[in-house]
């Protein structure tokens, strides 16, 4: 059972809202990418953060699939790798993760080199690079702000993946650095007081809660998980 939980957390997953955007699925992709347009009238947001309280909601998946849908609408998009515990993008995008943001952060490389195309136009990818020792440190530094700063004047939209939210500081140290955040609740998993204490969380930081997803692959057989697969 472990093995096969592994398998399937570093096996490629597929990405429905590239692979099919016409489905269900892409549809409330596209919806969660107007509602996070609309939350935000005067100005663009340009910095987002998708966090969950637990592991296992659906944050990777979430991020990638509205790095997607916003590249989709023809904004420049850079997906960070930003879970520095279970970094899982590279599997995603099938790219290596030699190098990454922490190879960034500690200055063992140039954004410029490390920064990847996913082969989805408009789509690039940070991937997490080796796992450091001090991941909130690191998402904590200095560098992490003119990292972030540097970005910003190249791509319209960067988008977090993060650590689940009541695990680690990680994701609420993102956050304070993130103009929005978007919430993923899992319907069949996510406790609703773990869920409040997520959002409190988040609502702790500068950023703003923008939007959220109720994944719920994990309720029944006739439930989204089969609808998602199903389609691709
Ligand atoms: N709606 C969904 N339908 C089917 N499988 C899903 C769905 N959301 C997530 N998964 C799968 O569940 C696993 C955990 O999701 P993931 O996005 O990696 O969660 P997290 O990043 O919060 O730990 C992955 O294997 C992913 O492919
Ligand atoms: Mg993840």
Redesign the pocket.
Known sequence: MARKKKK??ETA?KVVTHTNPRSYVSEQFRTLRTNINFSSPDADIRSLVIT?AA????????SANLAVVFAQDGKKVLLIDG?MR?P?THYTFHLGNTKGLSSVLTRQATVEETIRPTGIENLDLLTCGPIPPNPAELLGSKSMDALIGHLKGLYDLIIF?AP?VLSVTDSQIIASKCEGTVL?VNSGETEKDMALKAKEAIESTNSRLVGAVL?N?KLSKDS??YQ??GEN
């Open positions: 399937l957390q997953r969950s592991p296992g909601e659906g944050k990777s998946t979430a879970d279970k899982t993946d689940p993923v994944n692959f989204y998980y998602y697969y």
